[in-house]
């Protein structure tokens, strides 16, 4: 064996003895080159593989708060390949800026009109400067305002897009309609930004900005905007209203035979078989199916009112939240309705079919997933249940054999004919299965009633529990909605008398779609020794729960806390207090300051602001030492009278003017100290 150290050698083998042995041996020259040629192969295969496989990555919600998305489609060449003269974009949270915008699109062919509806995350919002270049062009915005004067999820580059003060809009002719809620206190705030923001930018204003108010009739503002507008567009462009009686549609009836069930969609919101081959992120394409493992009333049985208290397991998501996030809940239509639908139109509701777009240039291909079947679009993809607007009637009319239910159909969906359908529709909340009831000669094609239905919106609830105690698990807690209407009919929440089914135990499981929607304008304070002000009656108790779960953990760790203080307030000490045993032990614990008021057990009805008006001498000390204040549950009237006295107690402590309290109460707002939760 050589001595020299940097040689390699090896030791001989049996029958070599007394030979020096070479620096190789054959069996490591055969692994040496197996060895390589591994590496090659593995190299040209990993090589293959990036230059042939796509990746789809479902896009959260998360990315779409924050904009962190690519989105490339140029608006311009969309148009101009597709001879579209119109683009109407929407920024929707709950679906209606959208259903107008199909509309409208519809209705600019009776004036010889190509037009598109647009979802603005799709889009190069830098492309919208170029849009001057398409001739005779009209750009809609319908724009509704999210929470408190927010934009849409989808709508959120683009509002960025048009604050910036260097983009340069001149030559874009452009339309605003707002969607909002007058209860709100940033009433419309997203419509008004835009047309004001798209003037600043130097577009041009074709019609006056319409505002829509769902707190009051949506529907007939719409109407209103329309007419105006379409009569600025005949005067500016020179068109004419076809006076043809056009049968429009947008989409088309495939019938599948034989289809296999695995390529047919049972409720899955945007990716093919994702309810049984779940993958995260979990968002609103793609959300979780989660184990409903509790469910029960919080209220007594001599209570009037169910309020369920519920949890679903989303261990094996991961599903990370905080308090003050939303849980989403995609829910089912009543079974019942739905065969009632079935029956009424004659029609195997098994039958596996697909609605394909017309318009070959369209991104939208499909109303809703596809292929699916009757049963399917009816229970998990439209709305059956909300009463139906004046364009789903009109183009329903046409189908009704009987004269007299023919002309009553056409009167509601006219402009005359506005107040008998406010009466008869939305003060009677008619829905469409029982409009086909009450009209029993209307037996529309189902693929067309399926068109011009909305989509199933997905229900929202604030988080009633905090991941420091609860990591495993969400937690609901949801009022159940039951009626009788003026017209005497039963009437429902979706997903609440849904979820009201839901018992589970050994026998009966029960699956659910969830995700999470994140509220980062719904939020604890960073630092746990802020005092922090809840103010929460009835269900707006529910994100103050994780709250005070939230910081009771920290107590128990051992930690320094700041002061919590809750009002809360129901009907009944004995038949609606919401947790109560849970919040008796914090207040024990000295964990919790508890405020309550019980409306009907007192002569004299006492609500959470007048608990605020005894408390104002506290709310004002810990106001003054940095103290975040919070309010959640009805906007309508609730949040006002919470913001009145508030503003009092400002005034009264803080010796102010009237000017000075507003001044420091939107000081407050400004700096997150000063939080909303409502709705309407």
Not at 157 to 183: K, P
Not at 252 to 279: D, I, T
Request: net charge negative; charged share 25%; glycine share 6%.
């Amino acid at each position: 064996m050589s001595e020299d150290s940097d040689q390699l050698s090896v030791l001989p083998e049996d029958g070599d003895a007394g030979e020096e042995a070479g620096i190789f041996n054959t069996a490591d020259i055969v692994v040496f080159v197996l060895f390589v040629l591994g590496l090659v192969v593995f190299f040209v295969y990993k090589k293959y593989q990036e230059s042939t496989t796509v990746t789809i990555k479902p896009i959260s919600l998360q990315q779409l708060k924050t904009g962190i998305i690519e989105s490339g489609l140029d608006i311009v060449r969309r148009m101009t390949e597709s001879g579209k003269k119109m683009v109407v974009f929407y920024g929707s949270q709950t679906g209606t800026a959208e259903e107008f915008a199909t509309r409208l699109c519809k209705e600019a062919r009776y004036y010889g009109i190509s037009g598109m509806s647009a979802d603005p995350i799709e889009y190069d919002v830098e492309t919208l400067k170029e849009l001057r270049e398409v001739e005779d062009h009209i750009a809609v915005f319908l724009m509704a305002t999210y929470g408190e004067g927010e934009p849409t999820d989808n709508a959120i580059q683009f509002h960025e897009f048009i604050q910036n003060e260097d983009t340069d809009l001149s030559g874009l002719n452009y339309a605003v309609f707002g969607l909002g809620n007058s209860t709100y206190e940033y009433y419309n705030k997203m419509g008004k930004d835009t047309d004001m923001l798209l003037e600043k930018r130097g577009a041009t204003r074709l019609s006056e900005l319409g505002l829509g108010d769902d707190d009051a009739n949506i529907e007939d503002d719409y109407m209103n905007w329309r007419e105006a507008f379409w009569a600025d567009v005949c005067k500016q462009f020179g068109v004419v209203k076809s006076e043809d009686n056009l049968q429009i549609r947008n989409y088309k009836l495939v019938e599948h035979e034989n289809m296999h069930l695995s390529k047919v969609f049972r409720g899955e919101m945007g990716y093919l078989g994702s309810y049984s081959n779940q993958k995260p992120p979990f968002d609103a394409k793609n959300p979780f199916m989660a184990d409903l493992t509790v469910n029960y009333n919080l209220c007594s049985e001599e209570s009037d009112r169910v309020v369920f208290h519920c949890e679903v397991d989303v261990s094996k998501a991961r599903i990370k939240y905080e308090p003050g996030d939303h849980i989403a809940i995609y829910p089912e239509n009543n079974n019942k309705l739905v065969e009632k639908v079935g029956t009424l139109l004659g029609v195997n509701l098994d039958d596996v079919i697909s609605l394909e777009c017309i318009d070959e240039f369209s991104t939208k291909k499909n109303p809703f997933p596809c292929p699916t079947t009757f049963r399917n679009a009816l229970t998990h993809y439209v709305d059956i249940t909300t009463p139906p607007r004046t364009n789903v009637i009109k183009d329903l009319a046409q189908y009704a054999t009987d004269e007299n239910e023919k002309a009553f159909l056409v009167n509601l969906s006219s402009n005359e004919g506005k107040n008998q359908y406010n009466d008869w529709v939305q003060k009677d909340q008619r829905h469409i299965v029982q409009i086909l009831e009450d009209c029993p000669s209307l037996k529309p094609p189902m693929d067309h009633l399926l068109e011009l239905m909305p989509r199933l919106q997905a229900r929202y609830y604030s988080i009633a529990s905090s991941p420091k105690i609860h990591a495993r698990s969400i937690h609901v807690c949801a009022a159940l909605v039951q009626y009788k209407t003026r017209a005497g009919r039963p009437a429902e929440g979706v997903c609440t008398s849904w979820l009201e089914k839901m018992t589970p135990n050994e026998q009966d499981q029960y699956k659910i779609p969830v995700f999470v929607r994140r509220n980062p304008k719904f939020r604890l304070p960073r630092r746990a020794t802020v005092p922090i002000i809840m103010v929460g009656p009835g269900t707006g108790l529910a994100p103050f729960r994780g709250f005070i779960q939230h910081r009771a953990a920290i107590v128990r760790d051992g930690r320094d806390c700041g002061e919590n203080l809750l009002f809360f307030g129901c009907r009944h000490e004995n038949k609606d207090f919401l947790y109560q045993d849970e919040l008796m032990e914090y207040k024990n614990e000295g964990i919790l300051q508890l405020y309550t008021a019980f409306s009907r057990d007192t002569e004299k009805k006492v609500y959470v602001q007048h608990l605020m008006e005894q408390e104002a001498a506290v709310i004002w000390e810990l106001l003054e030492k940095g103290a975040h204040f919070y309010v959640c549950g009805d906007a309508k009237h609730m949040a006002r009278d919470v913001h009145k006295q508030l503003l009092e107690i400002i005034k009264d402590y803080g010796k102010m003017e009237q000017s000075d309290a507003e001044t420091y109460i939107i000081s407050l707002e400004n700096s997150l100290r000063y939080q909303k939760d409502v709705w309407s």
